[in-house]
């Protein structure tokens, strides 16, 4: 899923217009979502197993 695909997603999941607001916290969790992706792959790229808690 790429950034626009998500924001297109999103957007469907309220109603009404957006505002400045509901555009900042979409792109916030979008970054979250990359880098916990890019944490995780970079812990499988090196051997390093999580242990769960």
Do not use: H, R
């Amino acid at each position: 899923m790429t950034e626009n695909e998500f924001l297109v997603y999103c957007q469907g999941q309220v109603s009404g217009a957006l505002k400045d607001e509901d555009i900042v916290l979409m792109l916030t969790a979008w970054g979250s979502i990359k880098y916990t992706q890019g944490y995780n792959k970079a812990l499988e790229d090196n051997g390093v197993v999580k242990e769960d808690k």
